[in-house]
């Protein structure tokens, strides 16, 4: 075995320029330019590696077949040396396989680093590694953090399942913008509890709406839309219960319409159907309606539909003109 | 005792009546043994819907139709001697395996109402070691090296075939992150849900990096086969 591992350490050492000279702080390039917060991992974008840096990569891959105390040493020089920031962010991942406080310093500390690359696949190694303390730290640097830093603190949340830092953040945060984007990585991790509990709040935000559309909540998307809180936050909530695809979400958007005597509500509730794809419940609302103008527009709305039941209102209508 | 096939046709509701489908959905809730042999199963079929669908050459096809000929001579002279794929019931299975790759989409993106979930609600963790947890691995590590070689092959796809190939890869990767956490395997799971949202920024076309994107991922696909390919764990690894 050490023999093996004397050979993966030549080969690492052999692919890079001048092996543990720098300290690992020091960033490889200048900071890149903010990116998407949609594309938080901002990875060494230089073409496909070069023979060398096969090199290096085959090696550190060969480090996952050693015990831990001897491919952290290995590790450590990798990502103080000289090689190329593509090569680290490989030895970050592998960092993030190894159960020692010492790997997880390492990963702290370079989660902090100004090289953006570098950091942004730190954050990712730690989600990774899921070590609770070190996952709790990340909230210093979520906190301080630019939009894209704040969306890889969140992916690395997400990556380690913890659900509650990502609610505290939504719990907590300083703008829609903010909220919305853990809401959304709530809605991802299936956080249907956190989700509630955020929307028992007043004032839900559209993310909130969007998240329970997703999960099939549809308690949680009435209890908004028959809510007290922002109008069109609840005429969004009735429109998407048409995404929810069951019976009882085709009920209740029935029982909206025919409920409220809001002109508004009613066509959201409309809007809903035609997303459900509710003809039939259209078509039952057209022969309750009582008045000309009702009949019309639910009339147009079935002929939206292009459905059965829109042939049938069609029909009936001119029969009745006979 | 419920064997293999019995298990499969269960899962995709295929040969069995309502009495035999609520004996072995009696079965696998209370028998956590029967439950991990029909995760096993599963993962094994779906890491072979993994494998990237080639054209059948001519000749292949033709022996291939030469050989169920004869299995079907020899079923009626020798019934006993079956072939394994003569077997109806396999065929079906097989026929289902086809479409397993969309029906591992379909059930990601629905409600968790359908078949794969309802099974892996009665899946219990598989044990450490023995025959259950090598199959397991088996089909793990197939699911991985399927996924590097499709990631491989991203570059010379069309924009239609990459996109559809991308959403493929997404759906299996959650499918294998949510069955990771049930079989108790939390670092793997964590590792496999740290693809999505590369693969999502890839799907979308927001990443601006995404040869980077892809190498980083290829390489920690292989960093986890090399892991599962070389049995115990080493010491202080996850």
């Known amino acids: 075995m050490k023999h093996t591992l004397t050979t993966l350490a030549a080969l690492i050492a052999m692919s890079g320029a001048a092996l543990a000279q720098t300290p690992a702080e020091k960033p490889a390039k200048p900071a890149k330019p903010p990116q998407a917060a949609s594309a938080p991992a901002s990875r060494a974008k230089a073409g496909e590696p070069g023979g060398d840096e096969e090199l290096a990569i085959a090696a550190l891959e060969g480090l996952m077949a050693q015990p831990a105390e001897r491919a952290l040493p290995i590790l450590k020089k990798v ?3 000289s090689q190329t920031t593509r090569v680290k962010q490989r030895a970050l991942f592998v960092l993030s396989q190894i159960d020692s406080a010492e790997a997880r310093q390492v990963l702290a500390q370079t989660s902090r680093s100004s090289d953006a690359a570098m950091r942004g696949e730190a954050i990712r190694a730690i989600g990774i590694g899921g070590d609770p303390k070190s996952l ?14 704040k969306q890889e ?3 690395a949340w997400l990556i380690s399942d913890h659900k509650e830092a990502v609610y505290q953040v939504a719990l907590n945060a300083k703008t829609e913008d903010e909220a919305n984007a853990a809401i959304r990585m709530l809605g991802a991790m299936g956080a249907s509890e956190e989700l509630r509990k955020l929307g028992d709040r007043p004032n839900a935000s559209r993310g909130l709406v969007e998240a329970f559309a997703i999960s099939g909540d549809l308690a949680s998307l009435r209890k908004i839309a028959e809510g007290n809180g922002d109008r069109e936050v609840r005429l969004d909530a009735i429109r998407k219960i048409g995404i929810v695809d069951s019976d009882a979400a085709r009920t209740a958007l029935r029982d909206i ?3 409220s005597t809001d002109a508004g509500i009613k066509d959201a509730a409309l809007q809903g159907m035609l997303i459900a794809d509710d003809d039939e419940g259209v078509l039952a609302l057209y022969r309750a309606a009582k008045t000309p103008d009702e009949k019309r527009a639910l009339m147009r709305m079935l002929s939206t539909m292009d459905g059965e039941a829109a042939l ?11 | 005792m419920i064997t293999d096939d019995e298990l499969l046709l269960y899962y995709y509701r295929d040969g069995h009546d309502a009495a035999e489908r609520a004996r072995i959905g009696a079965a696998l809730s209370e028998d956590p043994q029967l439950a991990r042999r029909l995760h096993t199963l599963v993962a094994r079929l779906d890491a072979a819907a993994a494998v990237p669908e080639v054209p059948v050459p001519d000749a292949a096809m033709q ?9 079907s001579t020899e079923t009626r002279a020798a019934p006993a001697r079956r072939p394994f794929f003569a077997d109806r019931r396999w065929q079906a299975a097989a026929a289902a395996v086809l479409v397993v790759t969309l029906a591992v989409t379909l059930q990601v993106l629905r409600p968790k109402t359908g078949p794969i979930f309802e099974a892996q609600t009665t899946v219990e963790p598989p044990p450490s070691g023995g025959a259950e947890a090598s199959a397991y691995e088996n089909g793990l590590k197939v699911y991985l090296a399927s ?3 499709r990631l491989a092959s991203l570059d010379n796809a069309s924009p239609e075939e990459r996109a559809r190939l991308i959403e493929t890869i997404i759906a299996q990767n959650r499918l294998y992150a949510l069955a990771a956490e049930r079989a108790n395997e939390p670092q793997l799971a964590r590792v496999l849900r740290a693809f999505n949202p590369i693969l999502e920024d890839l799907r979308d076309g927001r990443s601006d990096a995404s040869a980077a994107d892809i190498s980083q991922l290829s390489f920690e696909l292989r960093v986890m086969q090399a892991r599962l390919g070389a049995g115990a764990t080493p010491p202080n690894m996850l």
């Open chain 1, 79 to 81: 990502l103080a040396g």
């Open chain 1, 136 to 149: 709790d730290a990340l909230k210093e640097i979520y906190d301080t953090g630019s939009a894209d830093v």
């Open chain 1, 153 to 155: 603190v969140l992916q």
């Open chain 1, 257 to 259: 319409y025919t409920r």
């Open chain 1, 312 to 322: 049938q209102a069609i029909d009936a209508a001119l029969e009745d003109r006979k």
């Open chain 2, 63 to 71: 022996r291939w139709r030469d050989a169920l000929d004869r299995a």
């Open chain 2, 147 to 149: 996924t590097e070689r």
